[in-house]
């Protein structure tokens, strides 16, 4: 999606009803046309009136809130979260069976949890511990170690890397699943594209600054 201002609704990476029985046409009609608009469109308005911050990049936004002007502060630690945050949630999903992580993210895995499963039970326990809204997020640091966060309403986890959200609204799994936040998040554990994290966690690895050799 744009780096800065106006920001855009990205398409859906898949179709709507991609990633059924999971999770459902509807919820995502939901929650991507409708709550992820609803986030763009208000951080839109937010600069729209505020000219001075429209050449910040959205992750700067999102990282740097609390330098803002305290009238547009919250709404857009809000709004530039929301936007981010879901940019990342619908991206790191995808359609077809489940599938697991390779190669690097696989090794440190299995090096900071001790398995899939150990990582699996460390998110599940963010997500449910969670209260109210909010997200769980398994984050990489400058060195490349995993580790599992939870955050509130749209704040994310920066400055450490986000790999990967679970987006622990209620609008992301009510129609689903109603209140039973533990089913919705194995549901959406199985559409979890592990390929394509995989790759992006190669990439980060490779563009890690390394000690000159001596
Ligand atoms: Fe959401």
């Known amino acids: 999606m744009e780096t800065q201002y106006p920001f855009t609704l990205p398409p859906l990476p898949y179709g709507y009803d991609a990633l059924m029985p999971e999770i459902d046409e509807r919820t995502l009609h939901f929650h991507h046309d409708k709550h992820f ?39 857009v630690r809000n709004n530039a979260g929301g936007v981010y945050n879901h940019d990342l949630y619908f991206k790191t999903l995808a359609p077809g069976a489940a599938s697991e992580p390779e190669g690097p993210l696989a090794d440190a895995a299995a090096r900071d949890f001790g398995s899939l499963q150990e990582l699996k039970s460390a998110m599940k326990a963010a997500a449910l511990g969670q209260f109210g809204s909010g997200w769980a997020w398994l984050v990489t640091d400058g060195d490349g170690r995993l580790s599992v966060r939870k955050s509130a309403n749209q704040d994310t986890p920066l400055p450490l890397i986000p790999l990967l959200p679970c987006d622990v609204w209620e609008h992301a799994y009510y129609l689903d699943y109603q209140n039973r936040r533990g089913d919705y998040f194995e549901g959406w554990w199985q559409k979890v594209d592990w390929p394509g994290l995989s790759r992006t966690f190669a990439r980060l690895a490779e563009n890690r600054p390394r000690y000159p050799q001596s």
């Open 37 to 75: 608009q609803t986030y763009v469109d208000n951080l839109n308005k937010l600069l729209e009136a505020n000219p001075a911050y429209q050449d910040w990049s959205l992750e700067r936004l999102v990282r740097d809130w609390a330098q803002l002007p305290e009238d547009i502060r919250q709404g």
